[in-house]
């Protein structure tokens, strides 16, 4: 235990965040309930700042160090296999004959477990959004309850939305990973809607600290109905955003650093709503072959 407090003392002492980069893929899961917490920067307006640091929160045991350890050898193990394979585990040739391909499908808890969701209630709104599985466990429902009441702390002005994002991947030893789609030009979903709009969005790794709040949005539009519908969005369709707003530099998706990608309804009517997605997977349209739907801007040098 002493040496543990040690070593993150010493850490401290290059910078503020070191510590859980030196020290992170070991003491992850003993750090996890105070790292969510420091995750986001946002703090309700009015109440106290934390006062204890994220260490001194932390329960060590030197035991499950050990199995953490076993866990990322391990993974590092199957990511070298996969490598030495071919990009994302399979044979050169079947990668660039790639037509199709399932990233998420929702056939049990396991597979719920990969997604979270959230909503207005982390800055003080009403809104309520859950998710579990559907009917024979043969999709994903995402349903609630949308509630535009703005929060009376005096700073807040628009509430009234619900999300679900996938988590991020993560590689052996807390390593960033990123899901590489070059290889197609269109997202496909087979969703079942109640006829309320919805923003896709997609994340890439930012090159620079300015840009963690970029994204790429698109619409999605649910018809409504008992039948399900397939929904095929060309990448090329999506825009740049950056914290709500649509940005006048726009430029194509970075396919090769994908990092996440999520579910938004904020279409500011009150009420409930629900979606359900059987799978969310990528195609290959040859037919399509805009590279880019949006104008782009060159500055004058």
Not at 84 to 91: E, F, M, R, W, Y
Not at 117 to 130: A, H, L, R, T
Not at 257 to 282: H, N, Y
Request: hydrophobic share 30%; glycine share 8%.
């Amino acid at each position: 235990m002493t040496l543990t407090v040690k070593l993150l003392n010493s850490a401290c002492l290059h910078g503020r965040c070191c510590r859980h980069q030196v020290l992170h893929p070991l003491l992850g899961p003993l750090l996890s309930d105070s790292m969510s917490k420091s995750y986001s920067s946002y703090r309700r307006p009015g109440s106290q700042p934390e006062k204890k640091t994220s260490w001194q929160n932390a329960n060590f045991s030197l035991k499950k160090g050990i199995d953490v350890l076993k866990t990322q050898l391990s993974m590092l193990k199957k990511e070298t296999e996969d490598y030495l394979i071919g990009p994302g585990g399979h044979p050169l040739s079947r990668y660039l004959l790639e037509q199709t391909r399932v990233l998420w499908e929702f056939r049990s808890q396991e597979d719920l477990n990969k997604w979270v969701i959230s909503s207005d209630v982390e800055i003080g709104g009403k809104s309520e959004v859950y998710l579990k599985l559907g009917r024979n466990n043969q999709a994903a429902l995402l349903y609630g309850t949308l509630n535009t009441e703005v929060p009376r702390d005096g700073e807040t002005k628009y509430s009234g939305y619900c999300s679900m994002r996938a988590k991020l991947p993560v590689g052996s030893f807390a390593r960033k990973k990123y899901y590489d789609w070059s290889n197609f030009n269109c997202l496909y979903l087979r969703v079942r809607g109640d006829g309320r709009p919805w923003m896709v969005n997609i994340y890439t790794d930012p090159y620079f600290s300015h840009q963690k709040d970029d994204l790429y949005n698109y619409f999605m539009f649910t018809r409504g109905g008992p039948y399900w519908e397939e929904i095929k969005i060309p990448f090329s369709k999506f825009f740049l955003s950056s914290r709500g707003r649509v940005q006048d530099n726009q430029h194509p998706i970075w396919l090769d650093k994908i990092s996440t990608l999520g579910f938004t309804i904020g279409d500011k009517v009150d009420g409930p709503f629900q979606l359900e997605i059987d799978f969310i997977g990528l195609l290959n349209d040859r037919a399509h072959t805009e590279e880019f739907a949006y104008e782009t801007y060159e500055k004058n040098s």
